[in-house]
């Protein structure tokens, strides 16, 4: 379905909203069976979840990690009477994992729409188009940065590095050495842009126009008005309980 | 038996539909010069990158020295197969030219005297002595190509995969390269050169492979 790129910014911002305000797993559940019916509906793949896979191998851990500092309820675990688990903890850690999986499935909602477009909707709710376009160049070069990150991290190991291998202060080292061409080469990309933009013309007059306007349409206002609903019956039925 | 060993090997860019390296079989052999040539976009920086291990093929076999490459290492690789990327900055990560062609013998276990030798042997050759303790990005564009070079070829690895080694760099210094690069062949270190300088390989390659959309259209010998 093709809606507005505001639209799409009010449904994210309705269901990271909510993910933060609640912290009962079953009121989270029925939140993120939501959300994932709104990425089906709204048919983003799910795919790009792949890329975020680390991010979330590391949330796992972390979670775990906290729930074993919660100190309430019944232990669960208790090697040599020290009390590692307790049925808290895992619950706690559970909503937490949930209130992640919320967050990042709302973030892709936004990010799976085309990022020029989200400079003219950002623009359009009123945000100074010089930093708008400063995000969506920042969109642009991450990957960008990350590539040539993985580039010299190559050439370094195959220059017979082995980094698994080295102890861990020369890794430190070696990482630090790589760290510098990357800063230096970034800086040297954002002074090159800053050339370029302006010799292409980039605000020589203030009032810009668009080719592709972003524009409401009725099924916008339709679903809009709907999320907004739910959202506000959700609310409402979980305070009276 | 060959040193690198293609077999029906393709390779498709993750969101494309043409495969960059189509159903490519071929095999060199150790100590072999090679050139492959062909228009851009033809496959052939891919290829070598294939060959290096820093892409896996999605189809078909590559091995090195009869081993399949996905049991190596990239330091291990690196220590066998000396890899000049297309774009040099991409090579460049220390704080002056001359640790650059110092960090992989310092790596390699070479004793610091020795080490040294060899740095000022080929800062000396190419003519860039002077640029010694110059930061390697604040460099021009052939500057860094040579250092780059420089760096790879101290490591005097058993073959060299150089993509476009002579872009951007002068006539003189290539010149020097090129004498170079024929004397390391004579000693048995193998060359497989990318490249669209047809002057520069001409008789410096006995072989040399074409490439178009991916496949290998003819490989004269
Ligand atoms: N990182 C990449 N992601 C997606 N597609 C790529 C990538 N790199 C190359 N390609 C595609 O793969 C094909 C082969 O590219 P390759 O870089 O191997 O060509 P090449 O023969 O080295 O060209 P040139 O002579 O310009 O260096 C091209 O069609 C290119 O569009
Ligand atoms: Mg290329």
Redesign the pocket.
Known sequence: MNIDIRTKLLISAIFSGMALVYQKIDYLLIILLFNILTLALFKIRIKLLLCIKKLLYMSVIMIVLQSMFVRTGHPLLKPGGICLLTDDGIIYGAAIFLRFIILILSGLFVLNSNISELTRGLVKLGMPFEIAFMIQLGARFIPVFF?EMGEILNSVQLRGVDMRKIYKRKVIKVYVSIFSPIIYSVWDKAEKLAILLELRGFRTNPARTYYREVCFKKIDYVIMILYVLWAAVFVGITLVR | MCFICLNSVSFT????K?P??DDVSISFDAGESVAIV????????????LMVGLLRPQEGKITLSGRPIEEYSLPEIGRKLGFVL?NPSHMLFNTSVYNEVAFGLKWKGEKRREAEHICCDYLHYFDIWDLRDELPFNLSQGQKQIVVLSAILALEPECLIM??PTKNIDNYRKEKLKKLLLDIWARGTGLII?T?DYDFVDNLCARKIY?AD?RIMADEH
């Open positions: 590539e | 860019y993750e969101g494309k043409t960059a390296v062909g228009l851009n976009g033809s496959g052939k920086s891919t290829l070598a990158r297309q993509d476009e990318i669209h490439m991916g």
